[in-house]
C-alpha cells in the first residue's frame, strides 16, 4: 500500500470505535496482516448466510447492501468511497443477514 492509502486508512479507522485510540504501532501491526480486495461490477462481496468476521474500508467504488425486512422486501443502501462496511463484525462474528453487490468496480 502507498503512503496515502495508509494515511486515508489511519484516518478513517480512526472513526471506528474498535480502533479510535489503537497506538501507531499496533495500527502498523493491522495493516501488515490486511490485504487490498477489489470486486468487479456487479460482484457479490457478501453473501447472506455466510459467516463474516471481516471488515472492509472502501477506497473507491459503490456497492449496495440490502437488508430483508417484513414479506421478502429489501431495505437498499448505497455505499461509497470511505464508508466502513462490515465493522459490527469484529465483534459480533454472526451469519450474515444483508448481502452485497458491488456496483461498480470496488477497492
Do not use: W
Amino acid at each position: 500500500m502507498n503512503k496515502k492509502t495508509i494515511e486515508f486508512l489511519r484516518r478513517k479507522a480512526a472513526l471506528i470505535p474498535a480502533f479510535d485510540h489503537i497506538s501507531n504501532g499496533v495500527f502498523d501491526r493491522l495493516l501488515n496482516i490486511s490485504k487490498l480486495v477489489k470486486f468487479h461490477e456487479d460482484q457479490l462481496v457478501v453473501a447472506s448466510g455466510l459467516k463474516v468476521e471481516d471488515i472492509y474500508i472502501i477506497l473507491s467504488g459503490t456497492c449496495e447492501v440490502q437488508y430483508p425486512c417484513a414479506e421478502n422486501r429489501f431495505i437498499r443502501k448505497e455505499l461509497s468511497a470511505t464508508d466502513v462496511l462490515g465493522a459490527e463484525a469484529l465483534f459480533l462474528p454472526s451469519l450474515q443477514t444483508n448481502q452485497t453487490k458491488a456496483i461498480t468496480e470496488l477497492i
